[in-house]
């Protein structure tokens, strides 16, 4: 089966303009997830999708990130303006079901920097 | 809500030797401790889990021990080979809920 993939691999961009993630999870995978990983820091959870509903959004850091799903199938993440501190590599990940019977499949992850 | 905490952040062993990451966790209703290997370049893969219900579990060369009383868990890797060389991410979560707090991530290489 096709893993899931992100678009772009990487990004350049100036602080203040604004950049979209994409992320397609594996086919029929309801759950669908994005993490964000700072230099040396953890891999850390924003947002939980279940199909187009955004089941937990606690991660997500100020109102300059919007993520969407619609139809339930890939999502988008924006960052609008964006600023320095935004970089780092992000993550989308999905799973079949919810729950420890459902690994999590990460894809290669969007390298994005801010300058 | 939970905190993951990884040691160490680097850590270099000969081919051949063995190689321990420890991870603590602070919610003791966390259940469910898998764990990533991310090698360069590529995206984080699960290579083992274990589930409280389990003290011990083995996979080949990589086995985890989890002491649920101290919340402690622990990934051991006998036999190290130049492809083991990696960042490990050690994770927790609790059942029926979909959110993984991951630790900070270990980077190990294996000399030759």
């Known amino acids: 089966e096709a893993g899931v993939t992100q678009f772009p691999s990487h990004s350049v961009i100036e602080k203040g303009q604004t950049v979209t993630l994409r992320c397609d999870p594996i086919s029929g995978h309801d759950n669908l997830y994005w993490y964000r990983r700072v230099m040396g820091k953890e891999i850390k959870f924003l947002l939980h999708?279940?199909?187009?509903?955004?089941?937990?959004e606690s991660g997500m850091p100020n109102n300059r990130f919007l993520a969407e799903r619609t139809g339930g199938t890939y999502s988008t993440l924006k960052v609008q303006p964006a600023e320095l501190e935004d970089s780092g590599v992000y993550f989308c990940a999905s799973s079949q079901e919810g729950g420890i019977n459902s690994p999590l499949h990460f894809g290669n992850g969007t390298r994005l920097t801010v300058t | 809500g939970e905190n993951v905490e990884q040691h160490p952040s680097t850590l270099s062993v000969q081919e051949g030797d063995s190689a321990v990451i420890k991870c603590t966790y602070s919610d003791s209703a966390s259940n469910y401790f898998p764990w990533y290997k991310q090698e360069l370049g590529k995206r984080p893969q699960l290579i083992i889990d274990?589930?409280?219900?389990?003290g011990e579990k083995k996979d080949q060369r990589i086995a985890v021990t989890l002491n649920k009383t101290a919340k402690h868990f622990s990934l051991h890797i006998t036999e190290t080979q130049p492809e083991d060389s990696a960042v490990y991410f050690c994770a927790a979560s609790v059942t029926g809920y979909q959110k993984v707090t991951f630790g900070t991530g270990t980077k190990l290489q294996v000399i030759p």
């Open positions: 999708f279940v199909k187009e509903s955004k089941q937990d």
């Open positions: 274990i589930r409280s219900n389990v």
